[in-house]
């Protein structure tokens, strides 16, 4: 963001909607501390967003007080059975993952290598996220 990263503090981040590669933009109110950020806002218009290259995307996250949900999107659209990692749910026609505990959740997998941007929409101001890592190809 072109705030920069504000830590120690909470701070209302917003998205200037033109994205780098492997840059994390915020929108809304986040905390941030060296190594995770915690969602501190209460609109749904709020989110943390972030373009890469990947067949495989993973993120450590952790619930901060209870246990909490996120809303987690693929270039705008919600993910599918064809796309979704091992953690997420979808329901409605949305998809979601659910913070239960402090681990590596399985965000997405796509069928083939791509260019993508991934949104996370957190639920309340317990979701906390640490690292995002990467799978680029599968050895078989």
Known sequence: NPEGYKTYGEFEYKDPREHFDGEIYLNGRWLAFPEFLQYKGAS??????LKYHALELNAVMKPQKEKTKA???QDEKPLTEENKGEDVVIQRGRSYVKLESSKMYSLVKNPE???HEIKIIPESSSFSIYVFTFTSCIME
Do not use: K, N
């Open 44 to 49: 749904e218009s709020d989110y943390l967003a």
């Open 71 to 73: 809303e987690v999107l």
């Open 113 to 115: 290598f791509g260019h």
